[in-house]
């Protein structure tokens, strides 16, 4: 299973940036290029914007993700000291951070839990097991955070991207596969 491949905070974070709307392979395929040229806050926040775009292009949305990626560097060293913001209020600050990518960096990079990452995989999966009926991942994610014990916050998100890829895909879920499938009104 292909998860991002980072070696450090600021890797995660900016990683988690590029991942939008975009595979965590094509993600992982930019990162030695990218972080060998830019190694740092620092680095990426004097950076040319064309010569980001074109070593992230393969993601797509280079143009807003190379802006976001550069700014958020740029805020990091000039606001928080060069390092890596550690709660989702500073993190939410920072340009294209989101819920989503505040909590992924809290929960996978200080291993930190203070809420659920709710992307397309979680969203899914949340409403065909029938915990939540709504569409807004803001409220998933409150939804989900008052069902599970604090201690799975940090691993609901790798557990349901593994479970929304190997079994429940978003076109044909194979429920013959699945070991929750007892649990799950889809299924029945």
């Known amino acids: 299973m292909n998860f991002l491949q980072f070696r450090n905070n600021f890797e995660l974070l900016i990683m988690t940036i590029l991942s939008a709307q975009t595979t965590d392979v094509t993600v992982n395929s930019?990162?030695?290029?990218?972080?060998?040229?830019?190694?740092?806050?620092?680095?990426l926040a004097c950076a040319e914007q064309a010569d980001v775009e074109r070593i992230i292009h393969p993601a797509g949305f280079f143009r807003s993700?190379?802006?976001?990626?550069?700014?958020?560097?740029?805020?990091?060293?000039?606001?928080?000291g060069c390092e890596i913001p550690q709660t989702i209020e500073e993190l939410v600050t920072l340009p294209g951070v989101g819920r989503k990518t505040a909590n992924i960096v809290t929960n996978h990079?200080?291993?930190?839990?203070y809420?659920?990452?709710v992307d397309t995989h979680v969203k899914r999966l949340s409403q065909r097991l029938g915990l939540t009926k709504s569409s807004d991942p803001d409220t998933i994610e409150k939804d989900l955070c008052a069902l599970l014990d604090r201690k799975w916050w940090e691993h609901v998100n790798y557990l349901f991207i593994s479970h929304g890829r190997a079994v429940c895909t978003a076109k044909k879920p194979s429920c013959e596969n699945c070991i929750i499938r007892e649990n799950c009104p889809e299924a029945k």
Request: no cysteine; glycine share 8%; hydrophobic share 45%.
């Open 30 to 43: 930019l990162r030695d290029t990218l972080f060998t040229a830019y190694p740092t806050a620092e680095a």
């Open 65 to 80: 993700k190379a802006k976001n990626i550069i700014g958020a560097s740029k805020k990091i060293v000039e606001e928080f």
């Open 109 to 113: 990079g200080f291993h930190k839990a």
């Open 115 to 117: 809420g659920i990452a």
